[in-house]
């Protein structure tokens, strides 16, 4: 992506790259490879031997939160699913209800949607459910969508209805009411990648030196609680096939122009374009953000994921079936696709020092269950 005459141009979305010897010497010097645990649970293997590659994704930031509209192109319904930033995952069958619903109420003859990453997959699914009849439409489908970048952890926040969405969309309530819900029915089947996971929130080692239960960890735990993982590429790939099963047909195109998507043969359309609505709509309140991935080789014995604020930054680790995602880069403006060696190794190297000192992941019983 680049910027051009003050406006976002995608050309990639994302970037993979294989570390330099250098860095992995680097951080083999720097005893990557954590202790072993003196307690039941089992620490991340953060060894050279386990890197896989880094990625890059360009998370669909927007001024005033995500945009859930009703619009007008001509005779054409447009109803916009876009712009949630580093909550695409969590806010999706929420966000895909409310657009599918606007949709419903139209009776249409068939619907094109924008997009297919996760909010285009979504919205087609609630339709064609409804025995609408859907087309897609996108320059880029999964694997090679934002989307399947996402680290995928899906965690609820107590204000939505913030900027744009004060007094429209649905209301928090329900939000987060379906944030879950929504996922629910995909837990059964193994192909799309959906699971609970026990999830932990950590500070920085207390230094007054005071024993307590959240010293467990050998650090602060602010909160732990069940929540939902999705493995992205199982996950898209699974809604398409669903999708496809459901007889919704899938065109590769890119459109430039609202006269694109005027010329399209639907009675309406979903924008589900993620950053890609800031040209395609002139939607100036949108921005990238760029986020920085380390993934390392399947370690299936993971099967917990923790978010660290550290004094050098974010540091979060998710267990998928295909890796382990370690990240935390969250940079506003950034459209930087190319992943940045110094930003692998203080993920790594912040990652191998939590590990060094974690004495033992506690089980979270049903009674510590928020979710
Ligand atoms: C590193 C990283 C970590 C993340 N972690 C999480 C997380 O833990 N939890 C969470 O909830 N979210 C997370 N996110 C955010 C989440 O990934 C995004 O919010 C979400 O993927 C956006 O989905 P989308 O479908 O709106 O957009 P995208 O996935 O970007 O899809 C946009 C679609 O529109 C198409 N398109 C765009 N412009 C055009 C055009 N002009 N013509 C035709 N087609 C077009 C694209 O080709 C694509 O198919 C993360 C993101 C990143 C980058």
Known sequence: MVRQ??????????????????????????????????????????????FDRSVVGLRPGRIGGFRLASDKLGEKLVVHNYGHGGDGYTLSWPCARWAADQISKTHPGSVGIIGAGVSGLTTAW?????????????????????????????????????????????????????????FTPFLIDPRYGVYWIDHFQMRPLRQDGQSTYEEFLGRRVT??????????????????????????????????????????????????????????????????????????????????????????GILYMFPRRENIVLGGTHQRGNAHLLPEPDEAERQLRGHAELMASLRGVPRISPDDAQN
């Open 223 to 312: 909160s732990k609680f069940r929540t939902i993982m999705v493995d992205p590429n199982l996950y898209l790939a699974a809604l398409m096939q669903d999708l496809s099963a459901m007889g919704v047909q899938f065109w590769t195109k890119k459109f430039t122009t609202l006269g694109d998507l005027a010329r399209l043969p639907h009675t309406a359309l979903v924008n589900c374009s993620g950053l890609g609505a800031g040209i395609l709509f002139d939607d100036e309140n949108m921005y990238p953000i760029r986020g920085q991935l380390t993934l390392l080789k399947p370690q299936p014995e993971i099967d917990y994921s923790y978010i660290s604020r550290q004094p050098g």
């Open 126 to 182: 609630l339709l064609a459910q409804r025995g609408i009849n859907v087309s897609i439409y996108a320059e880029q489908f999964s694997p090679d969508t934002t989307s399947n970048i996402a680290g995928a952890i899906i965690l609820t926040g107590p204000n939505y209805r913030s900027g744009e969405n004060a007094n429209s969309g649905p209301s928090d309530d329900a939000i987060n009411a379906d944030v879950i819900a929504g």
């Open 5 to 50: 005459s003050g406006k976002w141009s995608i050309t990639r979305r994302s970037v993979v790259l294989s570390l330099g010897t250098a860095t992995l010497a680097a951080c083999q010097t720097a005893r990557l490879v954590p202790t072993q645990s003196r307690r039941p649970g089992v620490p991340v293997q953060l060894s050279p031997a386990f």
